[in-house]
């Protein structure tokens, strides 16, 4: 069984859409992330959700959006897509707040035309 | 802002040789943890080091933390091919947040 799964696994679209990528973790994890890792491997912390609240935003633009339903749960919706946005894009979960090892997807590579 | 700096950035080395990676952090934590990523996949814990001194060992690799000097060493003894991907620290410099290093990326010549 996947504990960490993302849909879909690659997304090639046009500047200007609007685009969704999928989280869902089956390990009972109570706190979600969304990174996102550049070209050069750089990975950068987007979003942490807490029992499906956002507890950190590191100053990403609000085309981004993101939304838990459930603790199991963690999407993120991308308006008006740029070039700059061209990435993988990595859903983490842990069960703890920084006391535990996050477990990652295996991650949706976004390219923006 | 937390920095987390690792070095090197690339390393090659040959099957069977010794090398350390370091990774050194702007402000204070208690915890540090280890990630591998191969290409096109994944991230995976390795370690996951919560005190000063602490020492964890899993076969050819060994991390280490000394919070005082803000620095992990990610020691690799007798390198084999298998251990090529990019090694990643992260700290958390509060709750709810992991700051990356900048990722090593090892390569492992027969």
């Known amino acids: 069984d996947t504990a960490v799964s993302q849909t879909p696994k690659y997304l090639v679209t046009q500047m200007g859409n609007d685009k969704s990528i999928k989280c869902e973790q089956n390990l009972g994890h109570d706190t979600m992330y969304w990174y996102k890792q550049d070209s050069k491997k750089f990975l950068k912390i987007m979003f942490s959700?807490?029992?499906?609240?956002?507890?950190i935003n590191e100053t990403v633009p609000n085309r981004f959006s993101p939304k838990s339903p459930d603790k199991a749960h963690l999407n993120l919706h991308i308006n008006s897509l740029e070039l700059g946005d061209s990435a993988v894009y990595f859903c983490?979960?842990?069960?703890?707040?920084?006391?535990?090892?996050?477990?990652f997807g295996p991650g949706t590579r976004l390219t923006v035309l | 802002e937390l920095k987390v700096e690792q070095n090197p950035l690339f390393l090659s080395m040959q099957e069977g040789k010794n090398y350390t990676i370091y990774c050194n952090y702007s402000t204070t934590s208690d915890r540090l943890y280890w990630y591998r990523q191969d290409p096109g996949k994944s991230l995976e814990s390795l370690f996951v080091l919560l005190s000063n001194g602490a020492v964890k060992q899993e076969g050819r690799l060994m991390a280490s933390l000394d919070t005082k000097a803000r620095l992990s060493t990610l020691h690799i003894t007798a390198a084999v091919h298998d251990l090529s991907a990019t090694y990643f620290c992260?700290?958390?410099?509060?709750?709810?947040?992991?700051?990356f290093g900048t990722g090593t990326r090892l390569k492992v010549l027969a």
């Open positions: 959700y807490n029992n499906k609240e956002l507890i």
């Open positions: 983490a979960s842990s069960q703890f707040v920084s006391t535990d090892t996050q477990y």
């Open positions: 992260a700290v958390p410099p509060g709750t709810y947040k992991y700051i």
